[in-house]
C-alpha cells in the first residue's frame, strides 16, 4: 500500500459502518437505493482510476485480474455470516427492529481485514498503482447489501 490515507478512509468507512450497525434501527421494507448507489457507483470510478493507475506501463496481469475478482467476491459469504448475527425483533409498535451484536462487530473488523489483506496482495502483484484500495467501495457495497437483504428477509420470517 502506498501511503497512509488508504487505510485511514477504510478504517474510518468501517467504524462509521459498525457503530451505525449497534444502534437499535427500524428495518426498512426496502434496500437503502441511495446509499447503495452512491456506493456502487464510487467503487466503479474508484476500480477505473485502480485499473489506469496499475496500468500505466504495463497491463494487468491474469494472476491481478483473478486477485480482484477473488476480493470482491469474499464480500458476498462475509455479508451472509454478518447477516445472521444481527438480531431482529418485533418492537412494540408491531414494526421489525434490529441491532447488531458483538460478533456482527467482530465480523466486520474480519471483513475490514480481508480486504485489507486482499489488497495489499492485489497491490504486491501491480507494484505500481493503487487497485488494491481501489476495490473498496465496491467490496462495501457488495458485502453491505447482501447483509441488509438478508436481514430483511430475516425480519420478513419474524412476520412484520
Known amino acids: 500500500m502506498s501511503g497512509l490515507p488508504g487505510p485511514v478512509v477504510g478504517t474510518l468507512i468501517v467504524a462509521l459502518i459498525i457503530r451505525r450497525q449497534l444502534r437499535t434501527r427500524p428495518v426498512r421494507g426496502t434496500a437503502p ?6 456506493l456502487g457507483v464510487l467503487g466503479v470510478a474508484a476500480l477505473a482510476l485502480g485499473v489506469a493507475s496499475a496500468t500505466k506501463d504495463r497491463p494487468l496481469t491474469a494472476p491481478t485480474v483473478v486477485l480482484v475478482a477473488v476480493t470482491l467476491a469474499l464480500a458476498v459469504p462475509l455479508g451472509i455470516v454478518r447477516a445472521r448475527t444481527v438480531r431482529v425483533w418485533r418492537g412494540p409498535e408491531g414494526r421489525a427492529l434490529r441491532r447488531g451484536t ?51 428477509r430475516q425480519a420478513a420470517r419474524v412476520g412484520v
Not at 462487530?105 to 487497485?131: K, Q, R
Request: hydrophobic share 60%; charged share 5%; no cysteine.
Open 33 to 38: 437505493v441511495i446509499a447503495q448507489a452512491v
Open 102 to 152: 458483538a460478533l456482527t462487530t467482530a465480523l466486520w473488523v474480519v471483513s475490514a481485514a480481508v480486504h485489507f489483506g486482499m489488497e495489499e496482495w492485489i497491490d504486491h502483484t501491480t507494484a505500481a498503482g493503487l487497485l488494491g484500495l481501489s476495490t473498496l467501495y465496491l467490496y462495501l457495497a457488495l458485502t453491505y447489501a447482501v447483509q441488509g437483504h438478508l436481514v430483511r
